[in-house]
């Protein structure tokens, strides 16, 4: 499976009626649409795209984001992260270091989201994340 796939497929079966689910890798993206069509249960509203954020639509805005991927990747993706996340609407980030929790509520406050919560497991860290 996919990252991407796994996170689209836990979001639906726990109640979410319209998902997107983003992949930067085109075969991640077919991956990810193979196992939606071998679930038991009728997967309707889940969306599947390959690309970067720039293939949503500009005024596309989402109440929940999850997102699983290194820091250095997600910085980069912070200004459109921003951008398309709904006013207080949240976003859990996963796949930190623990270590780079400093530097990532710096970033983060940098593009108006702020940190409300957060999960450590080891050196991993997960935020929740709010955009005010």
């Known amino acids: 499976g996919t990252g991407s ?12 009626r319209d998902v997107v689910a983003l992949d930067i890798d085109p075969m991640c993206a077919w991956m990810a649409s193979d196992a939606l069509r071998r679930q ?17 639509a500009r005024s596309r805005r989402f109440d929940v984001v999850l997102c699983n991927m290194v820091s250095d990747r997600m910085t980069r993706l912070l200004p459109a992260l921003a951008r398309h996340l709904a006013v207080d609407g949240a976003a ?16 983060l406050s940098a593009h108006g989201l702020e940190i409300v919560d957060e999960t450590v497991l080891g050196d991993w860290i997960s935020l929740r994340v709010r955009h005010g």
């Open 5 to 16: 796939g796994v996170l689209a497929l836990a979001a639906h079966r726990l109640g979410a």
């Open 40 to 56: 038991d249960w009728r997967v309707a509203g889940v969306h599947l795209l390959a690309g970067t954020l720039e293939a949503l």
């Open 92 to 107: 859990v980030l996963s796949g930190l270091l623990a270590v780079e929790r400093q530097a990532m509520d710096e970033r």
